[in-house]
């Protein structure tokens, strides 16, 4: 085979086509993002919360649950999610985006659990206070509530909190306020009577 002469060079490779993939990240930079909404201390003012949910549009407690407290999905740790899933992911993005939630330092858990007498039984949650007036805001129900270990048997074998009690958090009514409502006088004085209302129904309840 004779060697290609300037006169003859070599044809170019073909040249690759970039058009599905800039077409792929241009949909995700086009999609609008979910707005995020922050919460506050019905009490104090205090900066609790964060979360791209509407909260009043959230399902609630049943009973044998009395308190009708609001429940609010928490995002799952996506850290030991395995090659496969995070590939399949990655080359067919998903349409629908995902919610986010975030309890701020200022939401407090208190140290121990306490029992709540139910009609059928008890039950054990992990309450979270406001960390300026110490109000209880919301809780966590215990692992043994999900079908799991309790926690107490958790933490002596070294592995803590159970994922699945941390993956929902339960907030009473009326303890938060959006800050949207707080900016506007009139909206705020219809949404408080609201709220002191929904608190008086859940102590009596």
């Known amino acids: 085979m004779s060697t290609p002469t300037p006169d003859d060079p070599t044809p170019p490779p073909p040249p690759t086509t970039t058009t599905t993939t800039s077409t792929t990240s241009q949909q995700q930079q086009q999609q609008p993002r979910l707005p995020v909404q922050t919460h ?3 009490f104090c003012n205090h ?3 964060a979360t791209t949910r509407s909260i009043p549009s959230l399902p609630r407690r049943k009973d044998p ?3 009708g407290a609001i429940i609010l999905p928490l995002p799952r740790d996506h850290s030991t999610t395995d090659d496969g899933e995070e590939t399949n992911s990655t080359s067919q993005p998903s349409k629908k985006q995902k919610h ?3 309890l701020l330092s200022t939401t407090i858990p208190d140290r121990k659990h306490t029992l709540v007498r139910r009609e059928d039984g008890f039950e054990k949650r992990l309450l979270l206070r406001c960390g ?3 109000v209880v805001m919301g809780y966590f129900l215990d692992e043994v509530h999900f ?3 309790s926690s107490a048997a958790a933490e002596e074998d070294g592995e803590g909190e159970g994922e699945k009690a941390r993956e929902v958090v339960y907030l009473l009514p009326g303890a938060l306020v959006e ?3 707080m ?3 009139e909206e705020l004085e219809k949404v408080v009577k609201g709220l002191d209302r929904e608190w008086v129904g859940w102590l009596e309840g």
């Open 147 to 149: 079908g799991g270990v």
């Open 179 to 181: 800050t949207g409502v």
């Open 100 to 102: 986010y939630t975030i």
């Open 40 to 42: 506050h201390c019905r």
């Open 183 to 185: 900016m506007r006088d």
């Open 65 to 67: 649950a009395k308190d």
């Open 47 to 49: 900066l609790l919360l």
């Open 132 to 134: 300026r007036c110490r």
